[in-house]
């Protein structure tokens, strides 16, 4: 019963600021690395930020560096997406990814919550 549910997309001008988040139930959030993927019509998926287990480490695609930030409370079971400065090209849907390994096997996919950045 491992779940992941997004949340806080929507429709929001180019220059404008969303929080995405991703609440985790059914399994032990702090034991794994959190992403957040995104997909444009026509394109493939694509991975946008990570997050270490405790939070300490987060990566990012260079498209979104210094516009997004990416963070984690293990206390809620959330990690959200902070985006500013959203540009068109952002929109697409996103996708919330909790991840234990290759060598586990173990991932979790959220449903997808939709940004569309337009005037």
């Known amino acids: 019963q491992?779940?992941?549910?997004?949340s806080g997309g929507g429709l929001v001008q180019p220059g404008g600021s969303l929080r995405l988040s991703c609440a985790a139930s059914g399994?032990?959030?702090s034991n794994y690395?959190?992403?957040w993927y995104r997909q444009a019509p026509g394109?493939?998926?694509?991975?946008?930020a990570t997050i270490s287990s405790t939070g300490r480490t987060a990566n990012y695609i260079n498209s979104v560096k210094g516009r997004f930030t990416i963070s984690r409370d293990n206390a809620k079971n959330t990690v959200y997406l902070q985006m500013n400065s959203l540009k068109p090209e952002d929109t697409a849907v996103y996708y919330c990814n909790?991840?234990?390994g290759a060598a586990w096997g173990t991932q979790?996919?959220?449903q997808g919550t939709q940004v569309?950045?337009?005037s």
């Open 2 to 6: 491992a779940q992941l549910v997004e």
């Open 27 to 29: 399994f032990t959030f």
């Open 33 to 35: 690395v959190m992403k």
């Open 43 to 48: 394109k493939e998926r694509e991975l946008v």
């Open 98 to 100: 909790a991840d234990r």
């Open 108 to 110: 979790y996919w959220g």
């Open 116 to 118: 569309t950045v337009s």
